[in-house]
């Protein structure tokens, strides 16, 4: 599993012209569900996300969490996370978890998130989404759940 984290002051997303997720201040995260991705992955994934610290401390360090500054989390499937473009211009696709497996990977961990105690929003599963962010600091931090174990 792979995510795209960024840290936000803003961020939102819609789909058919219609908003589906909000959030102030708190993490954008794009997440791309890999073949072969289980329960263990969003898991740590979602633990992942919740504890990374990188929200500033009084002493203006990257030392707290989302669920340390009361942020929320806005999680936007993204299956182009996935992407190969090595040795080619065109990616392609072959890694990214089928959709039904896929969805439910996400959904669980979006689950996740929300018993650490962190609200989460959502985009739309398969569909074309608009997102609007921005991004604190800048502040982007890639996580991989294949790296981890």
Do not use: W
């Given at each position: ?8 002051s ?5 789909v ?9 201040k ?57 992407g ?21 990977l996400?959904?669980?961990?979006c ?9 989460v929003?959502?985009?739309v ?25």
């Amino acid at each position: 599993m792979r995510a795209v984290v960024q840290r936000v002051s803003e961020a939102f997303v819609k789909v058919e012209g219609k908003e589906t997720g909000r959030i102030e201040k708190g993490l954008m995260v794009l997440l791309g569900v890999e073949t072969g991705d289980t329960e263990k992955d969003a898991v740590y994934m979602a633990g992942k996300i919740a504890k990374l610290r990188i929200f500033e401390d009084e002493n203006e360090k990257m030392n707290l969490s989302v669920q340390n500054v009361g942020g929320k989390v806005l999680a936007v499937s993204q299956f182009t996370l996935l992407g190969d473009a090595r040795g080619q211009n065109r990616p392609g696709f072959t890694q990214a978890e089928a959709p039904d497996r896929a969805n439910e990977l996400y959904k669980l961990c979006c689950a996740e998130i929300r018993k650490l105690g962190v609200p989460v929003e959502n985009g739309v599963f398969r569909t074309h989404m608009m997102v609007t962010l921005t991004n604190d600091g800048p502040v982007t931090i890639l996580l991989d759940s294949h790296k981890a174990f």
